[in-house]
């Protein structure tokens, strides 16, 4: 006989209870996640002695390490009663200020309260700074109750902090379970480089309607120079008729070209131009202070690494940028590779500002500054700590300054103005 096929109700029976079978041993699953997350290695430990405890005390008859099982397994069970309890906190991280600057104190509050109708028992509140953490106790909250924590973090070193996210931690006192939850989400502290602030325009410019005169001449601009004698194909619009009638010769305005007032700072972040970590973060600070004058003078702004340009609109943003720079591998290229990106992507700059290390050699620089955009005016600034005093010397068409103190800045570029 043939065996008769089973029918379509049938097989789709057998399949929607593997789908229920299926559904529920991905919670129990889950289930069982969550459990063995809470159990400690010392709580399995005692587990697994009480265990062979009863086994071998069953098994030979030793009444003493059956007792000894009895024991283990009580102090077990009421080390996991301190996980019941509800951890439901309303939870708010609140600092001061996300953004200060290296040496700044940064102060932020944790606010936990209780929104329920029960009271919720003693907890452990853990929160994660950068690398390190944080541990505060909180008594029993009656309903409708808050708890307030104060902490300041260390801001010795320039960088992007994340500070948080909240954990509230429930445990028993011997250290056996242990449930964690997290609250809130984690909020990013700006540790902004020092900074210099310093009078005049950048590098003593005048700005005029469109953009920064330039030494080319121009018939046709907005920047005016001089008279010259109408030729023809001239701009009739250019003509200039007080002096045609005066001097009975057609004359027509001469302007100068402008270009636009495009500043660039090209920081070079490779580790092998910087001779110590502290001129690396020497010449952060110098790009900044740089940076922020020349937004402060309304000009366009463009700050170019190896290997990406940085968000540079407003001092916010160029300053955070800064913040979570890092130091880049020699592989990536040096001062000479990054000057010849600035050419290829920013053609039109007006002012380029080359930033690297005394590690530098004179003929790298030279290198660098001729392959800067034709036309801009170029300048280097060399971080050395160990320089007193700021100096000034020519390379080529760009004037280069040492400087070993942030606080050198404004004398060293009042030396390229003179």
Request: charged share 20%; aromatic share 4%.
């Amino acid at each position: 006989m043939v065996a008769e096929a089973p029918s379509a109700p049938d097989s789709t029976r057998e399949a929607g209870w593997q789908d229920v079978a299926a559904l529920i041993g991905v919670r129990v699953l889950a289930r069982l996640r969550l459990i063995t997350a809470a159990v400690r290695p010392l709580a399995w430990v005692l587990i697994a002695a009480s265990a062979g405890s009863w086994i071998v005390g069953q098994v030979a008859g030793w009444s003493e390490l059956t007792i000894v099982a009895i024991v283990l397994a009580i102090t077990v069970g009421l080390c996991a009663l301190f996980l019941i309890g509800r951890t439901a906190y309303d939870v708010s991280l609140d600092l001061a200020r996300t953004r200060v600057v290296v040496g700044e104190r940064a102060v932020g509050a944790l606010t936990l309260a209780n929104r329920g109708s029960r009271a919720i028992l003693p907890s452990r509140i853990v929160l994660p700074v950068g690398a390190g953490r944080g541990e505060f106790g909180i008594q029993r909250l009656a309903p409708g109750e808050e708890a307030e924590e104060l902490f300041a973090i260390p801001t010795q070193k320039r960088g992007v902090v994340k500070v948080g996210p909240v954990s509230v931690v429930r445990g028993d006192p011997l250290g056996l379970f242990e449930r964690a939850h997290r609250r809130d989400e984690p909020v990013d502290l700006f540790v902004h480089p020092r900074t210099v602030l310093f009078d005049g325009q950048s590098l003593g410019y005048l700005r005029d309607l469109e953009g920064l005169p330039a030494a080319d001449l121009s018939r046709d601009d907005v920047s005016f120079h001089a008279l010259l004698e109408y030729q023809p194909g001239d701009d009739l619009r250019h003509v200039h008729w007080r002096s045609t009638a005066r001097t009975g010769t057609m004359m027509v305005r001469q302007y100068e070209e402008t270009r636009r007032s495009h500043f660039v700072i090209g920081l070079s972040r490779s580790s092998g131009d910087y001779d110590t970590a502290e001129d690396f973060e020497l010449g952060i600070s110098a790009a900044g202070s740089i940076g922020l004058r020349a937004l402060r003078d309304s000009q366009r702004v463009d700050v170019r690494v190896q290997g990406r340009e940085l968000p540079a609109g407003t001092g916010k943003q160029l300053l955070d940028s800064l913040a979570a720079l890092e130091a880049s591998k020699p592989r990536e290229g040096g001062l000479a590779n990054l000057a010849g990106v600035v050419s290829a992507t920013m053609p039109l700059a007006s002012v380029v500002v080359l930033v690297c290390g005394s590690k530098v050699r004179t003929e790298d620089l030279r290198l660098a500054c001729s392959r800067l955009p034709f036309g801009a005016r170029a300048l280097a600034v060399v971080t050395d700590t160990t320089a007193s005093a700021p100096t000034l010397r020519r390379i080529g068409e760009a004037d280069v300054i040492t400087i070993g103190a942030l606080e050198q800045i404004p004398a060293a570029l009042s030396k390229v103005l003179a």
